[in-house]
C-alpha cells in the first residue's frame, strides 16, 4: 500500500527557512528515488528534488543552492530544508515516487510573502 504524509507547510517571509517532511510507505523507499515535486496556482506540477537509495540528489535550477534534500531510512520519512525562499516558491509540496507513477499525498501547502 502507498502512503505518502507530507508536512511542515507554513507562510513564511522572504528569506525565511522551512522544513517539510514526507512520511512514506515502505515501498516508496524501495523505490530507486523518492522525489518532492511542488504546485503554484494555475500551473503544472513541477520536479523540485530527488534523493537516490544511496542517498545521490539532484535538483531543479530554480532551488538549487537554496533547498537540500534528504531521508531518515529508518523512519521512511524523507526532508526538503527550504531555506532563502522566494515568494515564487509558493505552491502545494508533495512527495512520490521519482518518476511519480501518479502516487500523491494530500501535499502541504507553502507561502511565502514578500
Known amino acids: 500500500q502507498v502512503q505518502l504524509v507530507e508536512s511542515g507547510g507554513g507562510l513564511v517571509q522572504a528569506g525565511g527557512s522551512l522544513r517539510l517532511s514526507c512520511a512514506a510507505s515502505r515501498s516508496i523507499f524501495r523505490a530507486n528515488a523518492v522525489g518532492w515535486y511542488r504546485q503554484a496556482p494555475g500551473k503544472q506540477r513541477e520536479f523540485v528534488a530527488l534523493i537516490t537509495r544511496d542517498s545521490s540528489t539532484n535538483y531543479a535550477d530554480s532551488v538549487k543552492g537554496r533547498f537540500t534534500i534528504s531521508r531518515d531510512n529508518a523512519k521512511t520519512t524523507v526532508y526538503l530544508q527550504m531555506n532563502s525562499l522566494k515568494p515564487e516558491d509558493t505552491a502545494v509540496y508533495y512527495c512520490?515516487?521519482?518518476?511519480?507513477?501518479?502516487?500523491w499525498g494530500q501535499g502541504t501547502q507553502v507561502t511565502v510573502s514578500s
Open positions: 512520490s515516487y521519482y518518476p511519480s507513477r501518479g502516487y
